[in-house]
């Protein structure tokens, strides 16, 4: 940080309830130009994938092509929203039996695009 490679910042847009998709132009404008955006928590995971209960196949860059830097997401699974999880390792998990979207136990790291 000191040598200015990375950098933390923050918006009011951070604080608030709305999806990733709809986040102010002056916001989008700054991130443009950032090598990549690291979002941490289930919270924001959600809120960059639009909370979207669907295949959890669904390609991440898929999901996050409308975020205007790359981005990395840090989360632990707490929420049913996930995305690109391959098809053997949804049905392994599954055949687990355990809540293992909501548990806290299980965590993911994606990049996209």
Do not use: W
């Amino acid at each position: 940080m000191g040598g200015g490679t990375l950098t933390a910042r923050t918006h009011p847009f951070f604080c608030a309830p709305l999806p990733y998709r709809e986040m102010p132009a002056d916001l989008r404008a700054e991130l443009a130009d950032a090598r990549v955006t690291i979002l941490e928590g289930d919270l924001n995971y959600r809120r960059l994938v639009d909370d979207r209960h669907g295949d959890p196949t669904t390609p991440f860059a898929a999901v996050v092509d409308h975020f205007p830097s790359p981005v990395a997401a840090l989360r632990t699974l707490k929420s049913e929203v996930v995305v690109r999880v391959d098809t053997a390792t949804v049905a392994r998990l599954d055949a687990t039996g355990t809540p293992r979207r909501t548990s806290g136990r299980h965590a993911v790291v994606q990049l996209g695009p």
